[in-house]
């Protein structure tokens, strides 16, 4: 055998520089579509995105040092991938402590670019994951959009401050989930100059009407519509600008279009969403009246991001957790910004009109400005059973579902919520339902839409729907118990019927 070696041909783009610091790698501002379309996204040339960090840090697959790649090559779709990710973790990272870490085995956040065939995308305590998939003659990968991204980024950062929430079994908790991976996306790409100027011209500086930075992961959603036309918006998959109006969660369908409020998670989360968009218009405007500055955006957005920090670190995990983070907010909003934080709560329902009058009392005021003084203490949900007769099904192995929704003893009493509540149609306070009853439905509606992995061995008598390729939650057997645990947070319908 010749020892002699053959030279390699030389790679078709350039080697990037040695020191990463110097390098640049081009990327898209949020989506590589926009509207309708599978295409025409806007191409950005970013530094390139250093991985490591004390706080947060996050691992990537092995591969081609940091360049500029062209679209469409695997080398682009990887570097916009990390790209995006890092923005959004260091978007994120002023606001956070040295208490909140990842929730993973090893505190390390995995980025895994493109895990095989689907038209997903999720996070599940290990990595956020994302595929590809063909659809309509074109390749589509969810981790080349840094809405998704950002998005799926966004449950890992709700996760480390929040991590009761992660099986949480109610509506509303779930939903708040989606709703704040939708705002880490609009958060994180605001934090970008050229996106900045983009929706102050395109909305002529009032920001609460639809521009290429409210319509979410336009190239994911015209994909998805291919097969379910109805499933998401005519033109993303959700856009921040919206109508809906709260409603509680047993009252409205479980499933139906894009064009109508659901208890499915993703689509509830769209009035939280919404109300978080009247707010970034209207701080935006008190900090600059003519609407023109993108530094006075800059500064309402970062505002903005504080204070729902702020007010998801002060939230009791309960079924109505909405108007618990809603009336949070309203207390420990700055002077100037706290009508602006009021009136988009209100306007949304999110909060009833005596909820938001007890937000802004100096009474109410004050309680939550000396609360965010405090140290938070994480309160855990314990588990509760729901007998098999309560969701409506006849098990003989498995007589109870135990599930984590009763409200934890803590300082001695039953942790209870700060008392806010949403508006009804006849603009009365919500009853919130109790904790057994919205886990019963949170429960039930998981299992008709097959998102719950059943033990190995099925229960004598278990019906439930199918389950789907990527379940949310299994069923996991623990000191003879049957207990719900979640396993991931996946992309709403992506992988329906697939």
């Known amino acids: 055998m010749s020892t002699t070696k053959k030279k390699k041909p030389r790679a078709s783009h350039k080697r990037p520089k040695a020191n990463p610091a110097l390098a640049n790698v081009n990327s898209w501002v949020d989506d590589p579509a926009s509207g309708n379309s599978?295409?025409?996204?806007?191409?950005?040339?970013?530094?390139?995105?250093?991985?490591?960090?004390?706080?947060?840090?996050?691992?990537?697959?092995?591969?081609?040092?940091?360049?500029?790649?062209?679209?469409?090559?695997?080398?682009?779709?990887?570097?916009?991938?990390?790209?995006?990710?890092?923005?959004?973790?260091?978007?994120?990272?002023?606001?956070?402590?040295?208490?909140?870490?990842?929730?993973?085995?090893?505190?390390?956040?995995?980025?895994?670019?493109?895990?095989?065939?689907?038209?997903?995308?999720?996070?599940?305590?290990?990595?956020?994951?994302?595929?590809?998939?063909?659809?309509?003659?074109?390749?589509?990968?969810?981790?080349?959009?840094?809405?998704?991204?950002?998005?799926?980024?966004?449950?890992?950062?709700?996760?480390?401050?929040?991590?009761?929430?992660?099986?949480?079994?109610?509506?509303?908790?779930?939903?708040?989930?989606?709703?704040?991976?939708?705002?880490?996306?609009?958060?994180?790409?605001?934090?970008?100059?050229?996106?900045?100027?983009?929706i102050i011209r395109e909305t002529n500086g009032s920001l609460f009407r639809s521009s290429s930075i409210s319509r979410l992961a336009e190239q994911l959603g015209w994909g998805i519509r291919q097969a379910q036309p109805d499933g998401v918006n005519p033109d993303c998959l959700r856009n921040a600008v919206n109508s809906f109006f709260y409603r509680e969660p047993s009252q409205i369908p479980a499933g139906g279009p894009a064009s109508v409020l659901t208890s499915e998670a993703h689509s509830f989360s769209r009035v939280f969403t919404a109300a978080f968009m009247r707010i970034l218009a209207g701080m935006f405007k008190v900090r600059d009246p003519q609407g023109a500055d993108e530094a006075a955006l800059n500064?309402?957005?970062?505002?903005?991001?504080?204070?729902?920090?702020?007010?998801?670190?002060?939230?009791?995990?309960?079924?109505?957790?909405?108007?618990?983070?809603?009336?949070?907010?309203?207390?420990?909003?700055?002077?100037?910004?706290?009508?602006?934080?009021?009136?988009?709560?209100?306007?949304?329902?999110?909060?009833?009109?005596?909820?938001?009058?007890?937000?802004?009392?100096?009474?109410?005021?004050?309680?939550?400005?000396?609360?965010?003084?405090?140290?938070?203490?994480?309160?855990?949900?314990?588990l509760t059973g729901i007998t098999a007769a309560e969701i409506g099904i006849d098990s003989q192995d498995m007589p109870a579902i135990h599930v984590y929704a009763a409200p934890a003893v803590h300082g001695g009493a039953r942790a209870a919520g700060l008392g806010f509540a949403g508006a009804s149609t006849a603009a009365r306070p919500v009853v919130n339902p109790s904790h057994q009853e919205a886990a019963r439905m949170f429960v039930s509606e998981l299992l008709q839409r097959g998102k719950v992995e059943l033990p190995e061995k099925r229960s004598r008598g278990f019906t439930a729907a199918p389950a789907v390729t990527t379940p949310t939650h299994k069923i996991v057997k623990v000191d003879g118990d049957f207990v719900l645990q979640r396993i991931r947070i996946d992309c709403y319908g992506c992988s329906q019927g697939r």
């Open 38 to 198: 599978s295409t025409g996204g806007t191409q950005i040339t970013r530094p390139a995105p250093n991985v490591s960090d004390s706080l947060l840090p996050i691992s990537v697959p092995a591969g081609t040092a940091a360049g500029q790649f062209s679209p469409g090559t695997p080398d682009f779709r990887r570097w916009v991938t990390i790209e995006a990710a890092v923005r959004g973790r260091d978007m994120w990272k002023p606001l956070l402590t040295a208490q909140d870490r990842w929730q993973t085995s090893n505190h390390i956040l995995a980025i895994k670019p493109d895990q095989g065939e689907d038209l997903n995308a999720f996070y599940d305590r290990v990595a956020l994951n994302f595929f590809h998939a063909d659809v309509g003659g074109v390749r589509l990968f969810s981790g080349e959009s840094p809405d998704v991204v950002c998005h799926e980024l966004g449950h890992a950062i709700l996760d480390a401050i929040k991590p009761q929430l992660w099986n949480a079994a109610f509506v509303e908790a779930a939903a708040f989930h989606e709703a704040f991976g939708d705002m880490s996306a609009l958060l994180s790409v605001l934090s970008l100059q050229a996106a900045r100027t983009t």
């Open 299 to 382: 500064q309402a957005a970062t505002d903005l991001a504080k204070l729902l920090i702020a007010g998801v670190r002060q939230a009791a995990v309960v079924p109505g957790f909405f108007a618990e983070v809603a009336g949070s907010m309203v207390r420990l909003a700055q002077a100037q910004d706290q009508a602006v934080v009021k009136q988009a709560f209100q306007s949304t329902g999110i909060l009833s009109l005596p909820a938001a009058f007890a937000a802004i009392s100096s009474t109410g005021v004050a309680a939550g400005r000396a609360a965010a003084m405090r140290a938070v203490q994480p309160v855990n949900l314990e």
